[in-house]
């Protein structure tokens, strides 16, 4: 999903999905940052949570991640992201069929004794498990949680010749509170709610399911895309695909495939419970990963060394070098093969993932780093001839600290976690990305599938944009900094609705006025499914 803020330079950043930030890729910030990252990881792990349960089960995997579990269906209640511009939720349970809990007695008994037998849980919407987009970390809603379900029995007739589908629509507003917040015209706005901003993101995914000829977890999927915004930097508007894709599995589900125009923006990296408000990808998208509205030829593979520790590579081609607006601008349908200057983009996570269960958190932790062979401007030197050798490291890690109902909804409770993004400041502008986030699943007894989240992050620009700033006599930063907090609401089957307040210290990129130090931005934000 599209989860952006842009700065003066067209960077995009998450909501800052709309807030703001970096690092030194060179070789001391990388070597202190891995330390510092993965003592922080072995801290999450470290902080096991006991839950308030007596039995301890098997975790299993999200929906979308059933091909990691060799020889088990996902269940059918899927967590799903909705933000700012999009959060996470998670489907409410149905209850239990009536029927097979009835005592019943023997015949010929002269006691008459009751015999019970034990309560089954149907769902009848499981039969659409298979239907659901696969390969991804971003969990897409079954059709329980959607406005329509199986309203005159459209879906049920498409799933039995192997068709599912979901479209969803998302919609955001920002807007910054503070006075003198040196309105402009659209044309000269420099960051997301200096003006009122609204924004727009459509979608449909629909599915074929190949398993029905024999192609283990065959699938292909094809998606659409339509964005539209008043402050046209982030976007532009588009109206293309948004996925085409083919996906199975080989050696009982221990290998994975996916190939085709793919968005790796929700294949690589990721969070627990899909975008959190404040989350920013920015540094990825610079250095040549694809996203929902950029999608580009690529080939995954996913090789499961076991439920939980995995390795994923892709072979993709790079976006634009010159960023996601360029991109578009370019190709905004997305069917283009290549776009000016663009390489092959190289991407490797590794990483290991579990899900909740009784007395055993939610945990994932991963690590990744790509190589970007397309042709960059040197920030230290512009007037320089393009060149090669871009790359990006990533690591994050999420943990659930708490588990307030293990035994009915494990995935409740709080989380924290971390994500620490990095790459050469003389080919990108983000040079650092740094974020802490703390958030709660199900707060309350009452809201199950609310969501609040508390996301503190660091954007450092490269030092070279900075120099270069410096030395025209203009006000330029090093850092931008963010602090946001949300609430997401559940509010019937298939309709989110959330509301937050984003402060950011310089919401620009590198360059500022004095009437663009500080932001307070309102964000509002809604998503539909169906």
């Known amino acids: 999903m599209q989860d952006r803020f842009c700065g003066a330079d067209g960077s995009q950043h998450m909501l800052a999905d709309t807030g703001a930030v970096s690092f030194n890729f060179g070789p001391r910030g990388k070597h202190s940052a891995l330390v510092i990252a993965f003592s922080l990881a072995a801290c999450l792990v470290g902080n096991s949570v006991r839950a308030q349960t007596g039995s301890r089960l098997s975790p299993g995997h999200h929906a979308s991640d059933q091909a990691s579990k060799r020889g088990k269906t996902s269940g059918p209640a899927a967590k799903l992201p909705l933000d700012l511009i999009h959060q996470a939720?998670?489907?409410?349970?149905?209850?239990?069929?009536?029927?097979?809990?009835?005592?019943?007695?023997?015949?010929?008994?002269?006691?008459?004794?009751?015999?019970?037998?034990?309560?089954?849980?149907?769902?009848?919407?499981?039969?659409?498990?298979?239907?659901?987009?696969?390969g991804t970390w971003l969990n897409i809603p079954g059709p329980a949680d959607t406005i329509d379900q199986d309203r005159d029995g459209v879906r049920s007739e498409l799933a039995d010749v192997g068709i599912g589908y979901i479209g969803w629509t998302q919609n955001s507003f920002v807007n910054n509170q503070l006075p003198n917040a040196a309105r402009s015209p659209i044309a000269n706005q420099l960051y997301m709610g200096q003006n009122p901003t609204f924004a727009s993101a459509n979608f449909m995914i629909v599915t074929y399911d190949l398993s029905r000829f024999g192609i283990a977890d065959g699938q292909i999927v094809v998606g659409a895309e339509h964005q539209y915004w008043t402050w046209d930097r982030p976007g532009p508007d588009r109206a293309g695909i948004n996925t085409l894709a083919y996906y199975q599995t080989f050696f009982d589900r221990t290998l994975e495939l996916k190939l085709g125009y793919l968005r790796n923006q929700n294949e690589f990296t990721g969070t627990l419970f899909g975008g959190i408000t404040g989350s920013n990808m920015s540094a990825l998208f610079q250095a040549g990963m694809s996203t929902n509205a950029a999608p580009t030829p690529a080939v995954n593979l996913k090789y499961n060394f076991d439920d939980r520790l995995y390795n994923k590579v892709s072979v993709q081609r790079s976006i634009s070098p010159d960023g996601v607006y360029a991109h578009i601008t370019e190709n905004p349908t997305g069917l283009n093969w290549s776009t000016a200057n663009a390489g092959i983009l190289l991407v490797d996570e590794v990483g290991y993932k579990s899900k909740a269960a009784p007395g055993l958190p939610d945990t994932w932790l991963r690590a990744g780093v790509g190589f970007n062979s397309s042709r960059y401007t040197n920030l230290a030197d512009p007037k320089r001839q393009r060149e090669s050798g871009n790359n990006f490291f990533y690591i994050a890690a999420d943990r659930q600290l708490w588990q307030s109902d293990g035994l009915g909804s494990p995935s409740r409770g709080i989380y924290g976690g971390f994500s620490i993004m990095g790459a050469p400041p003389d080919l990108n502008r983000i040079s650092q990305y740094c974020e802490l986030r703390l958030y709660a699943k199900g707060p309350f007894d009452s809201r199950p599938s609310d969501l609040i989240a508390l996301v503190a992050s660091q954007?450092?620009?490269?030092?070279?944009?900075?120099?270069?700033?410096?030395?025209?006599?203009?006000?330029?930063?090093?850092?931008?900094?963010?602090?946001?907090?949300?609430?997401?609401?559940?509010?019937?089957?298939?309709?989110?609705?959330?509301?937050?307040?984003?402060?950011?210290?310089?919401?620009?990129?590198?360059?500022?006025?004095p009437q663009t130090e500080h932001a307070l931005n309102l964000l509002v934000s809604t998503l539909i499914f169906f």
């Not at 349970?93 to 019970?116: C, H, I, M, W, Y």
């Not at 997401?488 to 509301?499: D, P, S």
Request: aromatic share 8%.
């Open 459 to 513: 954007t450092s620009w490269s030092k070279f944009a900075l120099d270069a700033a410096l030395a025209k006599g203009q006000l330029a930063h090093r850092d931008t900094t963010a602090i946001t907090g949300t609430y997401t609401a559940h509010l019937a089957q298939g309709i989110y609705a959330g509301v937050g307040l984003s402060y950011i210290h310089n919401p620009t990129s590198v360059t500022h006025t």
């Open 89 to 134: 939720i998670r489907p409410p349970a149905l209850g239990p069929a009536a029927g097979p809990g009835v005592p019943f007695e023997k015949s010929g008994n002269a006691d008459r004794r009751a015999q019970t037998r034990p309560q089954k849980t149907i769902d009848p919407f499981e039969r659409y498990d298979k239907l659901r987009e696969k």
